[in-house]
């Protein structure tokens, strides 16, 4: 089916301290992640991605690990800053080569200074 | 700024009428794929072009119609519009297929229906 569960729904942190955003998917054949930030009154943005050959990918405070067996990635942001505050998507394509990329319900994450 | 346009910003019109929602994509970028974004649904993707040809489908209603035209730009038809498609409209463009290059976001079209 078309399905990506992403959780929580809203997470709040402190300033400094490290978020982690869950998704699973439902198409064993699935084989790109994508994560995108959405800021107030903007389009979301691709912040990271991963493909189905590895395991995990870093870019600075970001970092995406992927366990096909499970069929969920995460998304991990480390010494958190206001400025990450903003609406999280996952992605996940559908039914193996079908061009349909469905998206997570979000994840409102607030960082507190 | 992803380069991708999308206008108007703002959409204020009453059910039963239509509209029409425009989309530029990035320089270079083939495909060009329409995104609803309301409240309750997230993100529901509705449709994709390719290079002017429809790729794919999702949830489109058959009140909701689009193209792709020769020049890559794209536009979106709402007709016989409800109170229920209120929405962000968001339009984003990649260079081949999404599994093959990322997904670049407009800004979106905001539809008020009233």
């Known amino acids: 089916g078309e399905n990506v569960e992403q959780h929580p729904s809203t997470l709040s942190v402190q300033e400094g301290d490290s978020a982690v955003i869950k998704c699973t998917y439902s198409d064993s054949a699935s084989n790109y992640f994508p994560w995108y930030k959405q800021e107030l009154g903007k389009g979301p943005q691709l912040i990271i991605d991963i493909r189905s050959n590895v395991g995990e990918k870093k870019d600075q405070r970001i970092a995406v690990t992927l366990n096909k067996t499970a069929k969920h990635f995460s998304l991990h942001i480390t010494e958190t800053q206001p400025e990450d505050s903003a609406v999280y998507f996952c992605?996940?394509?559908?039914?193996?080569?079908?061009?349909?990329?469905?998206f997570g319900k979000g994840t409102k994450l607030t960082v507190n200074p | 700024d992803s380069g991708v346009t999308q206008t108007p910003k703002h959409l204020i019109t009453a059910t039963g009428q239509r509209v029409t929602l425009r989309c530029s994509p990035r320089?270079?970028?083939?495909?060009v794929y329409w995104y609803q974004q309301s409240l309750d649904q997230g993100l529901q993707f509705l449709i994709q072009?390719?290079?002017?040809?429809?790729?794919a489908k999702g949830n489109i209603l058959e009140r909701f119609s689009a193209q792709q035209f020769p020049d890559l730009h794209s536009e979106l038809n709402l007709s016989s519009l409800e109170l229920g498609d209120s929405a962000l409209y968001f339009c984003?463009?990649?260079?081949?297929?999404?599994?093959?290059?990322?997904?670049?976001f407009g800004n979106g079209t905001r539809l008020t229906v009233t």
């Open positions: 072009y390719y290079n002017g040809e429809e790729r």
């Open positions: 992605a996940a394509p559908t039914q193996g080569g079908s061009e349909k990329l469905v």
């Open positions: 984003a463009s990649s260079v081949g297929g999404w599994y093959n290059s990322p997904l670049h």
């Open positions: 320089s270079g970028d083939l495909s």
